[in-house]
Each structure stands twice: as C-alpha cells, then as structure tokens.
C-alpha cells in the first residue's frame, strides 16, 4: 500500500467507503419499502377490515397535499379522569320504580269457583276481596294502555281464603307485558341502540317509564331462556354440510376478547371468548364432531380439526392485488384473473344444474393454475438469490409475493375447491357478513363493560341471525322467547314450533 500513490490510496479508500455505503443504502431502501408497504395496505388489498382505512379514499392519495401526517388516525384519548365509583346508581340517588295506575284502560275479572283447600264449591256471597295486577304495554303513540286482572278471593266454610287463577307470565302486581319486554330486547339486541336510549324511546314515543335497570334484566331473562335454543343451533350445524367460520377481536371490561362465528345458510352460533385458537373453538362444540366442508381464511388452529377445508379466495385476491400494487408483479395479475374467471364459469354450470364442473375444464384451470406458481416462485427465488448475493448474507428475507405463491400451491385442493362441490362458495363472505355485526355493536358502544353482557350478545344475536335466516321477523321470535312456557313446555326455538306445528301451533298474541 505503502508503494502506492497517494492519489491510488485516496481512490482505494473511497471505493471501500462507496461499497459500504451501497451496503447500507441497499438495507435502508429495504426498510423503506417495507414501510411504505405497511402504509400502502388497505381493506382492498389485504386483510385489513375497512374500518381501518380511516375518511381517505383510494384514489385520494395523487391528489392529497402533503399534510405531515394528517391521514394518520389517532388513538382515542379521554381528558376524564377516573372516579373511583362503581358503575351504576350512587349512594343516595333517587329511584323510580313502575306505579299502579288508578284508571286501567281495560279490566279483566278472574272469578274462583272453587277453594284450593279442600276443593269444594264456594258459596256466592263468600266474597273477601279484588286483588289486582296491573300489565303495562305500548299502544299508540304518546300512550301506553294497562290491563289490569282483578282475582276474586273469596272465603271457604273452611276457612280458608282462595284466589282466582292469574294468567300465564302474570307474577307483580305491577309488571311489564311480554311485547314492552320484547322491544326491550329488540332494540339494543337487533338495532344496537344503547339502553339508554331504549329508554328515552319508551319515554318519548310512549310516555311509559321504562328503567335502564329494566331493560338489561329483559336481557338477562332472555339470554337465560335461549340457552337450549342456542344448543339446538350447535346441534344443527353439526349436520350441515358446508359451514364458514371467522372471528374478530372486540373490547370485554378492558381486555381484548373475539367474536367466533359458525355459521351456514340457515344458522349462526356466535361465541365470545378471551381466546383465539382451539380453546375457544372447542367451547362451541361443533367443530370437534363436524365432517363437512368448513371454509375459513386460512387461520392455523382450523386445520387442527378433521374437516374439508377451503379457503377464502376473496382473500387470495386482494392479497394478489396487493402484490400488484407493491410490485407491478404479472403472475399475480395472471392468477387474480384465473381465479375471477374460474369463479365465473363455475355460476354458470352452476345455472344449468350441475353438481361439479367438468373434468375436462377443471383439468385446463389446474394446469393453468399450477403454470402460474411455478414460473411466478422461479421468478421470486431467483429474484431472492440476487439480493442474497448482492448483501453478501447467508439468507435474506422471503417476499411476500413468494409467500403467496407458495401457499397457494400447497393449498391448491383447499383454494379450487368451490370447482369440484358447487355447495362451497367461492369466498367467505357469508361468515364476514354475520361477525360485522360484532364489529357494528363495538363502534357504537365501544365495549362490553361486563363479560355478561358480552356472553348475552352472543346468544341473543345467534338465535336473531338464525331466525332472520329462515324467513321469520326479528321481534315476533324474540317476543315468543320472553314468553316462558308455551304449551306447557320449555321453549326450543320459534322455527321448531314452525316446523312441527305451523302457524297454527303460535300463541295468538304472536300471528
């Protein structure tokens, strides 16, 4: 070195430096892209929900000024300290409770004939007194009608004093009927208004006074009556031949809970738990004893249970469009477009009545299919080698392209199998649809406060979606599950009635 000239050293030192800052700079552009793919990744290319995606647009982005990070969305933040006091009325708060009123729209006089004693007749002028219950429900706007059942009592030579018969469901002298109950349930439930609000509708609409406390112990009866209806659903599940299956996280007395639904054609069984996995899938009892078709997004712990799968292709193609947009790629343009075209000729074999497409076509897609990997991943490793090369390391970082293209081969049964069963739908769409719900109820309330609340919503909403699946109104199948008895016997579910009975086999007050 030493032999060199000065000017030959200088040369050799900058290069070295020009090498090493190459090294670098090559490493940053890599963080940079990976960045600004973070950044880039939307609902329409990934599989991020669409309330993340924040008031831009997607084609905001080339006309948007620089803002210096106005598009970034905030964490909420409070300027509310906490109190310290428990939820609900305080110490010394003046409660309201539902009063007898003095002039019932209607009376009903329940007579009794006979002592409940020694069962004998009961003389005509045995008379002691009325004894009366009052039952508040919704009438025309601005009012709210009593009915009020007035049980003779009378006295037996005995001496015993006996009262008349009440009516089924009737247990408070002053009491909600069953239909203000099933709004009660209605509105939160199904509308997702907040109780608070329910209660300002009773008392604004209706000029009834209707408690908050009220309205959550509907809620409670309601989640308590439904539990062998939401078995019946597990069970019916069990014989369905395709089901889907997704979950989605939600907020439980400050800890992050999911929402896991199973859900077919004609039913839905939702199920909030702390897990994610197996523990919580396993809880539902269904997947365990379930041989059909389960369709999901490609989550591990599903592959645990020994069912047909088949993936979601709604999220194979916005995962192949991002790769177009992160990396102008063709073999993903290719495959997005053989999958939308395998999508569309399959509705139409579907419209003639087939069962399956035809051996000869579903041969040309996988050939195609399979032509499309492999020279995509040849691309993608070679394409890895060369910046494995230029870093001069022992192995870099996969693309995700690669990843893609590598899944979608292993899973190539699992990804074509709406071709070979024309019950299985091409996407998963169905099962997003009904946990969106979830998604709508924590927009507009935040949270559950209690883990209650949350199991309440889950069932409560199971035997909403599963009704509204075969073709019954909402609130007439909740106001026959506030009924507690019918016929005589635990309630199963309204579309059991419907099945074994018909119409017919209703209560009156529910035609």
């Not at 997947?287 to 599903?302: A, E, N, R, S």
């Not at 399959?346 to 040309?364: N, T």
Request: hydrophobic share 35%.
């Amino acid at each position: 070195m030493s032999s060199l000239s000065p000017e030959t050293q200088l040369i050799a030192i900058l290069l070295v430096i020009v090498a090493e800052q190459a090294e670098v700079i090559c490493k940053l552009q890599e963080t940079t892209k990976e960045l600004e793919n973070r950044l880039n990744k939307n609902s329409s290319n990934s599989s991020k929900p669409p309330s993340t995606d924040g008031f831009s647009k997607s084609g905001d982005k080339e006309q948007a000024e620089p803002s210096g990070g106005d598009d970034e969305k905030p964490s909420p933040k409070s300027l509310r300290s906490r109190s310290g006091l428990k939820p609900g009325a305080q110490k010394g708060h003046k409660g309201c409770c539902l009063k007898a009123v003095e002039h019932p729209r209607s009376i009903e006089y329940l007579p009794v004939r006979v002592c409940e004693h020694c069962h004998q007749a009961l003389p005509s002028d045995s008379q002691v007194k009325f004894v009366e219950y009052q039952v508040f429900e919704p009438a025309r706007t601005g009012q709210f009608e009593v009915t009020a059942y007035r049980a003779e009592v009378r006295r037996c030579t005995c001496g015993h004093k006996s009262q008349a018969t009440l009516p089924d469901g009737i247990t408070g002298h002053v009491q909600y009927g069953p239909i203000t109950r099933a709004l009660a349930v209605y509105l939160p439930q199904y509308q997702l208004i907040p109780c608070h609000r329910v209660a300002e509708f009773f008392q604004d609409i209706y000029h009834m006074p209707v408690s908050v406390g009220s309205i959550c112990h509907f809620q409670k009866m309601t989640y308590e009556q439904l539990e062998s209806t939401e078995l019946a659903i597990a069970s019916a599940l069990l014989y369905e031949a395709v089901l889907g299956a997704d979950e989605t996280g939600m907020r439980v007395n400050r800890e992050t809970w999911w929402l896991h639904t199973l859900r077919s054609e004609y039913w839905t069984l939702y199920h909030l738990s702390p897990k994610r996995g197996r523990e919580a899938m396993d809880a539902m009892g269904v997947l365990l004893l379930f041989t059909g078709v389960l369709m999901h997004d490609h989550w591990k712990p599903y592959f645990h249970y020994g069912v047909i799968h088949a993936l979601c292709n709604a999220h194979h193609l916005r995962e192949l469009q991002g790769v177009i947009d992160r990396d102008r790629n063709r073999h993903a343009a290719r495959m997005m477009r053989l999958l939308q075209f395998s999508w569309h000729i399959s509705k139409g074999f579907r419209k003639v009545g087939m069962a399956a497409i035809p051996d000869l076509v579903l041969e040309r897609i996988e050939r195609l299919y399979q032509q499309i990997l492999a020279h995509g991943l040849r691309e993608e490793e070679a394409f890895m080698e060369r910046r494995r090369q230029y870093l001069k390391s022992k192995k870099v970082r996969r693309t995700k392209a690669y990843n893609l293209f590598r899944r979608l081969r292993d899973y190539q049964a699992e990804t074509l199998r709406f071709l070979v069963d024309f019950r299985v739908p091409f996407d998963n769409n169905g099962s997003e649809r009904d946990v969106r719900m979830g998604k709508l109820k924590a927009k507009i309330s935040g949270c559950f406060r209690s883990k209650a609340g949350a199991a309440s919503f889950g069932r409560i909403r199971s035997y909403i979606s599963s009704a509204r699946k075969q073709g019954l109104g909402v609130f007439k199948s909740l106001l026959i599950a506030i009924i507690r008895t019918v016929f005589g016997q635990q309630f199963w579910g309204l579309w059991l009635y419907r099945i074994l009975f018909g119409n017919s086999g209703l209560p009156e007050t529910c035609h």
